[in-house]
């Protein structure tokens, strides 16, 4: 069973650029999470989609943003980056909504914003 | 509000020692779930355990072992005859039942463990 993949691993972006990751999640799980990690902050929740809606979202700007396909293949995108963004992204699936279960994640995508 | 404290930042162990990772945890809620996840150098969380706030039964899994305390809030996580493979990031987190907590996971800030040979 193929796990959850993400992509790209790594990836360089300047300030006040915009930045895509995807993530497609094990198959036949309709949920996924997104967490940003940082050495500061640690980890945090941005926010979860189920069968294509977003059911909740952290306390992120709005500059961050996501959504889900009819496959739950689902990405994030964070616009007008800046020097703060940069962190590990992890994408998480799961069978059900929410984190009362076990929750499954990919390698991350670690994004440098210079 | 949900808090997860890991107060040991970083542990060095020589192989075959055993280890205990503390985790203290803080929630309103009555039901709750407690689970460990292992971050390898690869980044990826890697799910260890998961534990009800109403199964306080300690666990054994192989050369893993948990101690869950309700009276201390605590669920603390030691390695039998730790290996060098055991060197990794260790996480301890913690989601609810009420409609504000239930939906993420709440991370302590982990515990860096270095095994050496």
């Known amino acids: 069973k193929a796990g959850v993949t993400q992509t790209p691993r790594y990836l360089i972006k300047t300030r006040g650029q915009q930045v895509t990751l995807s993530c497609s999640p094990i198959?036949?799980?309709?949920?996924v999470s997104w967490y940003q990690q940082t050495p500061g902050q640690g980890l945090q929740f941005l926010f979860e989609?189920?069968?294509?809606?977003?059911?909740n979202k952290g306390n992120f700007p709005g500059r961050f943003s996501g959504r889900q396909f009819s496959n739950s293949r689902s990405e994030m995108n964070v616009s007008t980056l800046e020097l703060g963004d940069s962190a590990l992204y992890l994408c998480?699936?799961?069978?059900?909504?929410?984190?009362?279960?076990?929750?499954?994640f990919g390698e991350g995508s670690r994004l440098t914003v210079l | 509000a949900q808090k997860v404290t890991q107060a040991q930042t970083e542990i060095s162990v020589v192989e075959k020692e055993d280890v205990t990772l503390d985790c203290v945890y803080e929630?309103?809620?009555?039901?709750?779930?407690l689970f460990w996840y292992k971050q390898p150098p690869s980044g990826e969380l890697v799910f260890l355990i998961r534990?009800?706030?109403?199964?306080?039964q300690n666990e054994i899994s192989g050369r893993y072992s948990w101690n869950f305390q309700k009276s201390t809030s605590s669920f603390n996580f030691t390695i039998t005859a730790s290996q060098v493979v055991d060197s990794a990031v260790y996480f301890c987190?913690?989601?609810?039942?009420?409609?504000?907590?239930?939906?993420?996971?709440?991370f302590g800030k982990g515990t860096l463990l270095t095994v050496n040979p």
């Open positions: 198959s036949g799980h309709r949920s």
């Open positions: 534990r009800n706030s109403f199964d306080e």
């Open positions: 989609y189920f069968s294509e809606t977003q059911r």
């Open positions: 987190a913690l989601s609810g039942e009420s409609g504000g907590s239930n939906y993420k996971l709440t």
């Open positions: 998480a699936s799961s069978s059900q909504l929410g984190a009362t279960g076990e929750l499954f």
């Open positions: 929630t309103r809620d009555t039901t709750y779930y």
